[in-house]
């Protein structure tokens, strides 16, 4: 999307630790379900020596590179040269499916790339093929603040066989999933989203009827993907997809039998169902070939509808970075499984030039308040006014507004450490608290903790991937008819081997179960 000129590149690159990190909390010093307290790293004493380390990062972004992208980027550069002597020179910052394809490229060659935001589906992968390090070490050196905010739970989700090498972001740490409207399309339709319980869920039938009278009532296209080849179901569904849907707990991850997703009558019945919204022309007919994420076709007017995963806070959060009033409605309760805590996790890759300088600048990403509401909500006194100093509540600048902020990626979630965010004015004073209790209450699954390595099946995670990629995307948004072509499917993975992931994944959990109890 941005990465064509080095300047964009770079600008983009630092998005992605604003995206990534920013992912902190009130500067107030509310505190997560991790432990911590927002205190900075102060314990920086002795002057940098020699010239700072120079940091390539990367993460994913939905949305273009704020005008004053650059200038927040220097602000957090001060922080970093002052108190670790190093920089962030360069980034990555792509929608996920071109990100992936690009951390692809970079790390399969000699590319500078030091700390990036893994995706829970590249994790294993990533792990397997050796393109990022152990951080053991360098957590124990450099990170201890990390290791108090995360504990010992949210630790363990970023650990391969005993041993760390990735560190999840403090936020929501539990998932509702479902659909995301703009609201004036949903006023002009004459649908009222408060008779929807927020944490119980709507049904397939209800969303049918509200995509239905958008199609026929207005000239949006009801339901957009939300990214370059989404896989819908993903984004609706109540299963625990253990680490890559390769093998599933199905029903929120109720029970320990590992099974074949794609061979489910519930996987069946919604590709039935997507092929019926697709030919009735509910789903945007070019929704496998489309590179626009949701950010593109909704500020664009050309959709009024997206799916992905909702938490506390989520409609202002997206109303904000879409300039237009956006509301959610959920298709499923609120749940938790080791994949979801995996969603956003940093690493540290094995190209990095300089892992110990990575690592200082993930701790003050994790426990530094001033390196979190920057990356979070740019510069005060520009992007921000504190309205609340004992709440921490915060508000546009005088003459500042969503149609010409200069700074609005509102994706603290992958920044770190939320808790250390500031909260917008609008959102719950006590918003911090009710995504803990969020976490908290979530059921989580049967197999919450556990963490599967596919070393020994990586040949056929590979093939499999590929089998996945060919027809995944096509059926889950209705392209084609699921009759004929899940069969066609499920006999192409059972060539690649997912029956042998599937066991090998059993093997792992039921293992690990064992010396759980």
Request: hydrophobic share 40%; aromatic share 10%; glycine share 8%.
């Amino acid at each position: 999307m941005f990465q064509k000129s080095k300047s964009m590149k770079l600008l983009a690159l630092l998005i992605a630790v604003l995206l990534t990190f920013a992912a902190c909390g009130p500067a107030n010093g509310s505190t997560s379900s991790g432990g911590s307290s927002g205190e900075g790293n102060s314990e920086q004493a002795e002057e940098p020596q020699g010239d700072p380390d120079e940091l390539v990062i990367g993460f994913w972004a939905q949305s273009g590179v704020p005008a004053d992208y650059q200038e927040v980027i220097d602000a957090v550069n001060e922080i970093l040269i002052r108190d670790c002597n190093c920089k962030i020179v360069d980034s990555v910052a792509l929608n996920i499916g071109n990100y992936r394809d690009q951390l692809t490229l970079m790390l399969s060659g000699n590319e500078h790339l030091d700390t990036f935001v893994a995706h829970y589906a590249n994790f294993a992968s990533y792990v397997a093929k050796g393109q990022i390090i152990e951080l053991d070490e360098l957590l124990n050196e450099y990170g201890q603040g990390i290791i108090d905010t995360l504990g010992e739970q949210n630790l363990n989700a970023g650990k391969v066989s005993g041993k760390q090498y990735g560190l999840t972001t403090i936020r929501d740490l539990a998932t509702t999933r479902g659909f995301v409207f703009r609201e004036d399309v949903l006023e002009q339709i004459g649908v009222d989203v408060d008779q929807y319980a927020w944490d119980k869920g709507a049904t397939y039938d209800e969303m049918y009827e509200i995509l239905t009278k958008i199609k026929n009532e207005t000239d949006y296209v009801p339901l957009v993907p939300s990214s370059a080849g989404q896989k819908l179901y993903d984004t609706l569904a109540d299963y625990d997809a253990l680490g890559d849907s390769f093998g599933v707990i199905m029903d929120y991850g109720k029970g320990t039998t590992v099974e074949n997703l794609f061979a489910t009558e519930d996987y069946m019945n919604f590709c039935k169902m997507a092929n019926k919204w697709y030919n009735e022309g509910l789903i945007l007919q070019d929704a496998v070939t489309s590179q626009d994420g949701y950010a593109d076709a909704i500020k664009g007017g050309r959709g009024a509808a997206y799916t992905t995963n909702l938490k506390p806070g989520f409609d202002l959060k997206t109303s904000m970075q879409m300039a237009m009033p956006m509301k959610s409605i959920p298709t499923v309760e609120v749940y938790t499984t080791t994949t979801i805590v995996q969603t956003a996790q940093w690493v540290i890759a094995r190209n990095s030039e300089a892992p110990e300088a990575a690592m200082k600048f993930l701790e003050k990403m994790y426990v530094d308040p001033e390196v979190a509401n920057l990356l979070a909500w740019g510069i005060e006194g520009k992007h921000y006014q504190i309205i609340d100093e004992e709440n921490g509540i915060i508000d546009y600048p005088e003459g500042v507004d969503a149609s010409n902020i200069g700074y609005n990626l509102n994706l603290g979630w992958v920044f770190g450490n939320q808790f250390l965010d500031y909260i917008w004015n609008g959102d719950s004073p006590t918003l911090w608290e009710e995504t803990d209790k969020f976490n908290k209450n979530a059921q989580a699954s049967d197999a919450f903790g556990f963490f599967y390595d596919a070393t020994p099946v990586k040949t056929e995670v590979a093939a499999v991937t590929n089998v996945c990629n060919e027809y995944r995307c096509a059926l889950e948004f209705g392209v084609l008819d699921p009759e004929e072509a899940i069969p066609q499917f499920l006999e192409k993975l059972e060539a690649a081997g997912i029956q042998k992931i599937i066991d090998e994944k059993q093997k792992q959990l039921d293992e690990y179960l064992s010396e759980k109890n």
